[in-house]
T-cell receptor
Framework: GESVGLHLPTLSVQEGDNSIINCAYSNSASDYFIWYKQESGKGPQFIIDIRSNMDKRQGQRVTVLLNKTVKHLSLQIAATQPGDSAVYFCAAWSFNDYKLSFGAGTTVTVRA | DSGVTQTPKHLITATGQRVTLRCSPRSGDLSVYWYQQSLDQGLQFLIQYYNGEERAKGNILERFSAQQFPDLHSELNLSSLELGDSALYFC?????????????FGPGTRLLVL
């Protein structure tokens, strides 16, 4: 099965700085990757996704980078704001077992 | 607000009991997914239904079962509850069942087994 893990459980960022959250996955057959944001007391919320045939995708203030060679993806948040404080999960979809596997989550805290 | 609703929001019960969690997907979504989130295990995929049929199975215990009804709402049944079943249970929905379907999560049901 797929194993998905985040490199750091917590990240403290100064407001206005850029944040980088890293994630590693184990299954080279994973085809599709998603980043979710979970605020306290709420369900995960979709942020951005990327297919395995891409290495970069940009959204509004967020960029996801995928390095299939080392099975690593990252989420970059530009000009981090207090509202970005949350737990961030990466998830990988595997067609082998047709399910979405989530990493453990990185808690991002934005300092004013 | 994702459009996915879950009831109840909180549930406190005793070991050995049985509970039913309910999920209503977003309007138009045919797929429903159930996840368990505990402190030590993170988000674990349990099971997926698509248009009433079981589509994929994850780490779901035999004591747990689910179904999706003709109106597309879904129920997750947890029986012979143990202390370790205490967790947040999330339901998510998507339009179809493919890999690149964005899953929209509900607010979750917090289950506490005493």
């Amino acid at each position: 099965g797929e194993s998905v893990g985040l490199h750091l459980p917590t990240l403290s960022v100064q407001e206005g700085d850029n944040s980088i959250i890293n994630c590693a996955y184990s299954n080279s057959a994973s085809d599709y990757f998603i980043w979710y944001k979970q605020e306290s007391g709420k369900g995960p919320q979709f942020i951005i996704d990327i297919r395995s045939n891409m290495d970069k995708r940009q959204g509004q203030r967020v960029t996801v980078l995928l390095n299939k060679t080392v099975k690593h993806l990252s989420l970059q948040i530009a000009a981090t704001q207090p509202g970005d404080s949350a737990v961030y999960f990466c998830a990988a979809w595997s067609f082998n077992d047709y399910k979405l596997s989530f990493g453990a989550g990185t808690t991002v805290t934005v300092r004013a | 607000d994702s459009g996915v609703t879950q009831t109840p929001k909180h549930l406190i019960t005793a070991t050995g009991q049985r509970v039913t969690l309910r999920c209503s997907p977003r309007s138009g979504d045919l797929s429903v997914y159930w996840y368990q989130q505990s402190l030590d295990q993170g988000l674990q995929f349990l099971i997926q239904y698509y248009n009433g049929e079981e589509r994929a199975k994850g780490n779901i215990l035999e004591r747990f079962s689910a179904q999706q009804f003709p109106d597309l709402h879904s129920e997750l049944n947890l029986s012979s509850l143990e202390l370790g079943d205490s967790a947040l249970y999330f339901c998510a929905s998507s339009v179809a069942s493919g890999a690149e379907e964005t899953q929209y999560f509900g607010p979750g049901t917090r289950l506490l087994v005493l």
